[in-house]
């Protein structure tokens, strides 16, 4: 049984940062690439970073390029996002999953229960 659990979300001001970590359990994970994903209101759930199996390949969104930083601790089977410069455009749900392969789509038909990440103007 496949477990993703969210965590690190909360309310800030425009401008700060918070950071987020994604546990995994029920399987290793060291072997595939992890994503982050987010789902604002009213909105369809949007692709945000990936970082490859082995940490050395990363992948942005262009919307968070520069501001957000995905890394992974593969001892701990956790993935983590670091968000800077936070916008209230960011304000979402937000998700982890593996990825298929080399693309940015989930493997997993499950998601967690995802944190919440909110930016007041």
């Known amino acids: 049984q496949v477990q993703l659990v969210e965590s690190g979300g909360g309310l800030v001001q425009a401008g700060g940062s918070l950071r987020l970590s994604c546990a995994a359990s029920?399987?290793?994970?060291?072997?595939?690439?992890m994503g982050w994903f987010r789902q604002a209101p009213r909105k369809e759930r949007e692709f945000v970073a990936r970082?490859?199996?082995?940490?050395?390949?990363?992948l942005y969104a262009d919307s968070v390029k520069g501001r957000f930083t995905i890394s992974r601790d593969n001892a701990k089977n956790t993935v983590y996002l670091q968000m800077n410069s936070l916008e209230p455009e960011d304000t979402a749900v937000y998700y982890c999953n593996a990825l298929r392969g080399a693309t940015t789509l989930p493997l997993y038909d499950y998601w967690g229960q995802g944190t919440q990440v909110t930016v007041s103007s």
């Open positions: 029920g399987r290793t994970f060291s072997s595939y690439a």
């Open positions: 970082i490859s199996w082995g940490g050395g390949s990363t």
